[in-house]
C-alpha cells in the first residue's frame, strides 16, 4: 500500500558529504515519524536520526552535528545531509515511516529498499 524509495547513496572520501531522499508515495493519509537507519556489515541496525511531524529530531551520539534530518512533508519525503563522513559511516541506510493509511486509519510501518553508503579514500 506505501512505497519508500531511497535514493543519494554512493561512494564518497572521508571528509566528504552525502545527501540520502527517500520519497513515499501510495495510500498515505499522513506520516508521524520518519527515520534513517543504518546497518554495517555483521552489525545490527542501528538509528542513524529520526524526524516527527513537528520537526522533533533525534539523532544517534555518533552523528550529532555531522547529520542533519528534515522532511517535506507536502512531498512525504525524508532527507539526511551527511557532512564530515567517516569510513565507520560506512552501512547501507534504510529508511523508516509511520504511516496512517487513508484506506483504514491504522498506522502501520514502512521500510524503504536501502542505499549503500561507502566512505573510503
Known amino acids: 500500500q506505501v512505497q519508500l524509495v531511497e535514493s543519494g547513496g554512493g561512494l564518497v572520501q572521508p571528509g566528504g558529504s552525502l545527501r540520502l531522499s527517500c520519497a513515499a508515495s501510495?495510500?498515505?493519509?499522513?506520516?508521524?515519524?520518519m527515520g534513517w537507519y543504518r546497518q554495517a556489515p555483521g552489525k545490527q541496525r542501528e538509528l542513524v536520526a529520526s524526524?516527527?511531524?513537528?520537526?522533533?529530531?533525534n539523532y544517534a551520539d555518533s552523528v550529532k552535528g555531522r547529520f542533519t534530518i528534515s522532511r517535506a512533508n507536502a512531498e512525504d519525503t525524508v532527507y539526511l545531509q551527511m557532512n564530515s563522513l567517516k569510513p565507520e559511516d560506512t552501512a547501507v541506510y534504510y529508511c523508516n515511516a509511520g504511516v496512517v493509511i487513508s484506506t483504514t486509519l491504522k498506522t502501520d510501518d514502512y521500510w524503504g529498499q536501502g542505499t549503500q553508503v561507502t566512505v573510503s579514500s
Open positions: 524526524i516527527t511531524w513537528g520537526d522533533s529530531t
Open positions: 501510495g495510500s498515505i493519509f499522513i506520516i508521524n515519524a
